[in-house]
């Protein structure tokens, strides 16, 4: 069986494959556990009001939270897309069947109500199983859900640390400390 790429240049061929890699950044930041990682370790950083551990170290331990946590996923995906791969060499169905394990997790973490509302954007009847919803239905829902959450998460950390702040203040404040 031919590729769907292989009727094309090769030059062409390597445009498209390093043009899909480009994505994987944006793919590793909106579409796993990272964003949500990210969101909370950054306010709980500003709820302490530290500037250390320096971002890059955030980042070193968002990205490694979210291998943890995303590795029996990442793993299914290697696994579904690399089989049909190697049989057809079809990139795109290689593309199509990796991908469904990720929308499987994107499925679980995404609010209902979220995702209700990409798809009376989409579509003119609701779809009858999730296996008809798009990964263009379902990625722009996943990320809403996971910001809703992640300040949600952030929101319950971040209150201590204010009422702390005041505690403090209002104590400094009764001894006369004010600037």
């Known amino acids: 069986m031919e590729s769907v790429l292989g009727n094309i ?6 445009l498209t494959v390093m043009s899909l ?13 990272f964003l949500r990682f990210t ?3 950054s306010l709980l950083k500003t709820a302490m009001g530290i500037q250390v551990p320096p971002a890059i170290v955030t980042i070193g331990l968002c990205m490694i ?8 996923v990442f793993e299914k995906m290697y696994e579904r897309g690399s089989i049909p791969y190697q049989k057809s060499g ?15 997790f994107m499925l679980k973490q995404t609010r209902e109500s979220d995702l209700a509302f990409f798809v009376e954007l989409k579509r003119k009847a609701p779809p009858k199983s999730p ?3 798009t990964m263009w239905e379902i990625a ?7 910001l809703k959450t992640a300040f949600e998460i952030g929101f319950v950390v971040f209150v201590p640390f204010i009422v702390l702040d005041l505690v ?3 104590v400094l404040l009764a001894l006369g400390m004010f600037m």
């Not at 890699?21 to 556990?33: A, E, I, K, N, Q």
């Not at 939270?65 to 029996?72: N, S």
């Open 9 to 14: 240049n090769p030059v062409l061929q390597m």
């Open 21 to 33: 890699f480009s994505l994987l950044p944006f793919v590793f930041c909106c579409m796993t556990s």
């Open 39 to 41: 969101i909370v370790f």
């Open 65 to 72: 939270l979210t291998f943890y946590t995303m590795g029996g």
């Open 90 to 104: 079809n990139l795109l169905l290689a593309i199509n069947e990796g991908s469904k394990p990720l929308k499987e």
């Open 131 to 133: 296996d008809e919803l």
């Open 140 to 146: 722009p829902a996943y990320i809403l859900s996971e």
């Open 168 to 170: 403090v203040a209002n």
